[in-house]
């Protein structure tokens, strides 16, 4: 029951007991409810089971957009086009030229131009092209087309690669290029994150029986974390039979379903034993528990859900697949632990005690728990310091959040490429030995693809003088086309046998194709060269394609997106935490402090992995001067969410204190010694789970560990035990200030007790 002061404000006194319908049910069926749950989770994963053949390896770019387009039409249309995977065959005896090198290097090449998935294979051996030629004359090159998009050349490129093995004659061989990147890093990703989670495992349970106290309290994480993952799998695959989804949709399924588990159970078992101590029955502080943390658990999952469904604005198949996944094993997790933690509460919240393993040393600190309330004595003075001290608290937070902030000022952006990977796998030592022995191989050309004003090919005469004036754009080093070679506006290339070799590679019935090199061989720094490409006038429909192109391509289409994707998580936030606390202020000052630790994360992956410091903290890796385009992307909305989720923790006592008719000050302060151990402990165990990630030998999945690990740290101590409390003291009163209409609208359809 509740009154109310003359300003209208609540104040709740003892809270209700009595179970409505929903409660009822669960604490007079709850083995029926368990056992409902047990056959649900099991016909999940057997509807999930294959959900992983269904799921597709890269997929990190938007299929319509132009570059892409180009890159398909290159695939489909021109035979012997744009190469996706380089073989670098060395000889182990004498020189390429040798009788036996030369018959293995044409079977070779007639080997692969049979290979289904091939679309043409330009040898050294049967192409007159001495730069295919090792400086040494001990290494050729074969450079290998392959069709049918991204996950369809990373599977032939595997074929490939295992028939090699089998069949390399008197060559020594080895892969990289594109498709083998690729394939290496799924590889990798896969084998990193078994290996990273057997280790992390035992340490998982090990906090989690620390913070739990005991092994029937540790085991409900547990099995809401595999309800929610089982469940989601099986939403994966149903998701996949319309869509492109990405494999690394498994990943954070398993990261967030876990950790989100262990949030959700830790706050409702808290609450449960806060109640049991206060002397309730089990039903009854099952009653309460749902009643108050079964209410914020629901609230939180809302806030992370939401702010994870702004991945689903991004055109790109692998945010959007991470997005479908965040959303469905947060639903799930947050149902499980409603529902499923309640029945079993029920069934065997009376052991908790007995079998709590910390039970003498919370009974030896009981009498002076009591002076401070519920809450840790250590967080009753961080509290009280809080309090004294709000101005000082806000200045040194703020100014250490915002030293962080300024590297993300100089941040740059770029591509996945051999990088990422180790620097001893052996597609990125096969990577830098392409840039040493073959540099016209291992540069980065932006492609042109042209058809004719009715879909007929181009002209030779068109053709020559707009290759011509490609060549004069700034920042071009060369273009070649069907025509010849193009430098500075001069034709360098010689006619006869020479042309009609370019002739093969470069046209089809429907069109032509124009390779242009930029000057500089890093595509982040030749995205000015795409512009002025796309802005010349062309003999014809234009596409233009290749590195540089996608990389202008994926930072365009994010920045077009970012505003409205913040703009649902902006949105989405006020209106909950509105309807949460009836405040204003409270949503606003969410949002701000939220933004100031992020954009801190963000400023640190800059300073680490663009600028390439602290590598003997965060393990050994490639700087390439930039971070992925989506990659802060995605650590924004799963840290967003994650960060309210704490917010939402904290909130929910402050707010209880308050309606209780406690003072801002004082209701503050109960708040975060309610729930600055939970926090912090909540906190332990997702940077365990996100350390697996952290630990990968992958830059892209070190990134992202790296970025939530801090995120998280920084969330669960500076921000949320510092910084939040101390803007909270300072405006007092204010923070529950609402116009008389938004009042009375929150009276009507707030999320209150």
């Not at 997929?59 to 073989?87: C, K, M, V």
Request: aromatic share 6%; glycine share 8%; with cysteine.
């Amino acid at each position: 029951m509740d009154m109310r002061d003359e300003q209208g404000r609540r104040h709740d006194t003892e809270p209700d007991t009595e179970p409505g319908a929903f409660l009822q049910l669960l604490l007079r069926r709850r083995g029926l409810v368990l056992l409902t749950a047990l056959m649900l989770i099991l016909l999940a994963g057997v509807a999930g089971r294959d959900a992983g053949d269904k799921l597709v390896s890269g997929a990190y770019l938007d299929p319509s957009a132009e570059s892409q387009r180009a890159e398909e039409l290159l695939n489909r249309e021109f035979p012997g086009g744009p190469t996706n995977l380089l073989l670098i065959a060395e000889v182990r005896e004498g020189t390429i030229d040798s009788p036996e090198p030369v018959q293995s290097g044409r079977d070779l090449a007639e080997q692969l131009t049979e290979t289904a998935g091939v679309g043409g294979v330009h040898s050294y051996w049967t192409t007159p092209d001495s730069s295919l030629r090792g400086p040494d004359g001990r290494s050729a090159l074969i450079a290998v087309q392959l069709t049918g998009g991204e996950h369809a050349a990373q599977q032939t490129a595997a074929k490939i690669t295992d028939d090699l093995a089998r069949t390399s004659g008197t060559l020594r061989l080895s892969v990289t290029g594109p498709a083998a990147v690729g394939l290496a890093v799924d590889e990798q990703a896969e084998s990193d994150l078994v290996s990273a989670e057997m280790v992390t495992l035992p340490i998982t349970l090990l906090v989690l029986l620390l913070v739990f106290g005991s092994a029937i309290a540790a085991g409900l994480p547990l099995l809401v974390g595999a309800g929610a993952v089982v469940g989601t799998l099986a939403v994966l695959g149903t998701i996949a039979d319309a869509t492109t989804m990405s494999t690394y949709a498994l990943n954070l399924t398993t990261a967030l379903g876990f950790g989100l588990a262990v949030d959700y159970s830790l706050f409702l078992v808290t609450r449960f034993r806060e109640e049991r101590r206060a002397g309730r029955t089990v039903d009854a502080s099952v009653v309460i528990t749902v009643r108050t943390a079964g209410r914020t658990v629901v609230f939180s999952a809302l806030t992370v859900a939401l702010s994870l469904s702004a991945l689903l604005l991004f055109p790109m198949p692998f945010l959007r697949s991470l997005g479908y996944a965040g959303i469905a094993v947060t639903a799930l997790a947050a149902a499980m632990a409603v529902i499923v933690v309640p029945a079993l509460l029920a069934l065997v919240g009376h052991r908790l005690e007995r079998a709590d393993l910390f039970a003498p040393i919370r009974r030896r600190f009981t009498r002076r728990r009591a002076q401070v309330g519920e809450g840790r004595l250590a967080w009753h003075r961080i509290a009280a310091f809080v309090m004294r001290r709000p101005v000082l608290i806000l200045v040194s937070v703020s100014a250490v959040l915002v030293l962080l902030v300024l590297p993300f000022t100089g941040v740059r952006f770029g591509l996945l490429d051999h990088r990422t990977l180790p620097a001893d796998h052996p597609v990125a030592e096969t990577a830098e030995r392409l840039v040493h022995d073959f540099p016209g191989a291992a540069e980065h050309p932006i492609t042109v693809v042209l058809s004719g004003q009715s879909g007929t090919a181009v002209g030779e005469d068109e053709l020559d003088a707009y290759a011509t004036q490609l060549s004069t754009l700034p920042g071009v080093s060369a273009v070649e086309t069907a025509t010849g070679r193009y430098v500075d506006g001069q034709s360098t290339a010689p006619a006869g046998e020479q042309a009609g070799v370019l002739d093969a590679r470069y046209t089809s019935a429907s069109g032509t194709w124009v390779a242009v090199t930029p000057s500089a061989a890093d595509p982040a720094e030749a995205r000015d060269v795409v512009g002025s490409v796309r802005d010349l006038p062309a003999p014809g429909e234009v596409l233009v394609g290749g590195s540089a192109a996608t990389l202008v391509d994926a930072t365009e289409t994010i920045a077009d997106r970012l505003p409205w994707a913040l703009g649902v998580i902006a949105l989405s936030t006020l209106i909950l935490l509105f309807l949460f606390t009836g405040s204003l202020l409270i949503p606003v000052k969410a949002i701000v402090t939220n933004l100031l630790s992020l954009s801190a994360t963000f400023g640190a992956l800059v300073y680490v992995f663009q600028e390439g410091h602290l590598r003997w903290l965060v393990g050994d890796f490639i700087p390439t001067g930039t971070l992925e385009t989506t990659l802060p992307v995605l650590v924004f909305c799963i840290a967003f969410g994650l960060s309210m989720d704490y917010e939402v923790f904290l909130l929910s006592r402050i707010t209880e204190a308050h309606r209780k008719g406690a003072t801002t000050t004082e209701a503050v302060a109960q708040g975060l010694q309610r729930t600055g151990g939970l926090i912090t402990a909540a906190a332990a165990i997702l940077v365990t789970v996100f350390l697996a990630l952290a630990a990968s030998n992958l830059t892209a999945l070190k990134v992202i560990g790296v970025g939530l690990t801090l995120a998280v740290i920084l969330d669960a101590t500076i921000v949320r035990a510092l910084l939040v409390p101390a803007i909270m003291r300072l405006a007092g009163e204010a923070n529950w200030w609402a116009p008389a209409p938004l009042r009375r609208l929150h009276d009507r359809l707030g999320l209150t007790d």
